[in-house]
């Protein structure tokens, strides 16, 4: 089956859902290290009688990759490299690099000469997150997670009350081994339905915000403190955070939108500052690339990559309070492009009610929201206030 059971708990193995999307990730965020890695097919050729391939699969994670079981050159050790794995030894530590390179896409080759440099090969951080993936041995819980609220909505002028519905199936992993913390979440079907309330002065004929991804992928990497001179509680972590969208569609009769990613991706740098044990401090600040199309009355753009950036931070209280904030912006062309930005408070409650499973969590989320499109010297702006009701379980 493609995707597991919706009402599982119990730890899943990756399935191969998830195998055809690390191969897709692989073949095209992270194509500079697959295309260095296919290179050795004609290293091999020359001068080693041809490559000696074989397949490697993770029977618990998602990583399929070709491997060359020939000798690395130059007397090197084993190595990853996208798809494909260099030397005949060590697959499922190189297999756990190749996690790596799927999540950071063009950023991996520069965060690995990084670390190395600052670090060491042995005691790199990426050498420990290989690890993880392949000897942490942990599966995936099964999620789903719905919310209810209220919003008001004024775009264009006009304001409208409605009820937003929004439901996913998601795939969840923590694992916190070698110093590192990992929390991945595939979110299935991810659909927000916007549906107005009835008011005489509204004549709304069809639902008018409809958002689907087919799925929605999120990494979040955090290291342990990296300054060891911080006195009491506190402490200094810096993190990896990664958003992968695949196939998603936006159609906003607001403001006469129809907005299609055939994929994205961001990636994100920041730091988590711990005050003392109650109060958190995170910055982060990335960049990304997509490939879509935006659609805005009668100005159209063609399918084509597209770049961004964003920045976002926030502030936790305990186990319960946080207050978020992000930007983004997003260039198609010089004539089109968008932004978006968010402020906003959750409170949380973990395993609301004792017959949910103890993974399940509510939260109250208020927050505002406002999008800007941009399609040839056309501006269209949307500022969405709500409250909303969120359940996973």
């Known amino acids: 089956m493609l995707l597991v059971s919706v009402s599982a708990f119990s730890q899943q193995k990756a399935n191969l859902a998830q195998r055809i999307i690390h191969l897709f990730d692989n073949a095209t965020v992270g194509a500079v290290q697959t295309v260095i890695g296919a290179s050795h097919i ?75 440099l600052l670090e060491g090969h042995s005691s790199s951080f990426m050498e420990d997150w290989a690890d993880l993936e392949a000897y942490a041995n942990a599966g995936y819980f099964n999620m789903n997670d719905v919310e209810v609220g209220v919003v008001q909505v004024e775009a264009d002028g006009k304001k409208m009350n409605a009820v937003v519905f929004q439901y996913s199936l998601n795939q969840e992993q923590h694992v916190n081994s070698r110093g590192l913390e990992s929390h991945k979440v595939y979110q299935w079907f991810n659909t927000n339905v916007l549906v107005p309330l009835a008011s005489k002065n509204q004549d709304i004929e069809t639902i008018p915000v409809v958002e689907f991804d087919l799925l929605k992928k999120e990494v979040n990497l955090v290291m342990d403190n990296i300054a060891i001179y911080l006195s009491g509680d506190q402490d200094l972590r810096w993190q990896i955070k990664t958003t992968q969208e695949y196939l998603s569609v936006d159609r906003n009769s607001l403001l006469d939108i129809a907005h299609t990613k055939i994929s994205s991706w961001q990636a994100s740098y920041g730091l988590i500052y711990n005050l003392n044990k109650s109060i958190q401090f995170e910055a982060n600040a990335g960049v990304g690339i997509a490939y879509e199309k935006l659609e805005m009355g009668d100005h159209s753009s063609e399918f084509q990559f597209s770049t ?37 408070v959750t409170y949380k409650k973990e395993r609301p009610f004792t017959f949910l499973d103890e993974k399940s969590e509510l939260k109250v989320n208020v927050g505002k929201t406002n999008r800007t499109y941009r399609s040839n010297n056309t501006e269209a702006d949307q500022e969405t206030y709500g409250v909303g009701l969120e359940l996973k379980f």
């Open 42 to 116: 004609a290293w091999y050729a020359v001068f080693d009688g041809g490559p000696d391939f074989e397949i490697h699969r993770d029977e618990m994670t998602e990583v399929t990759q070709f491997t060359m079981e020939n000798s690395p050159p130059f007397y090197s050790g084993a190595y990853s490299l996208g798809l494909f794995q260099i030397g005949g030894y060590a697959h499922d530590h190189e297999g756990g690099h190749a996690v790596a390179s799927a999540v950071l896409g063009p950023l991996y080759l520069p965060t690995v000469g990084l670390s190395y």
């Open 308 to 344: 961004g950036f964003k920045l976002d931070a926030s502030v936790k209280i305990g186990e319960s309070f946080s207050g978020d904030y992000s930007y983004e912006q997003w260039e198609i062309d010089s004539r089109n492009g968008y932004t978006r930005e968010f402020l906003g």
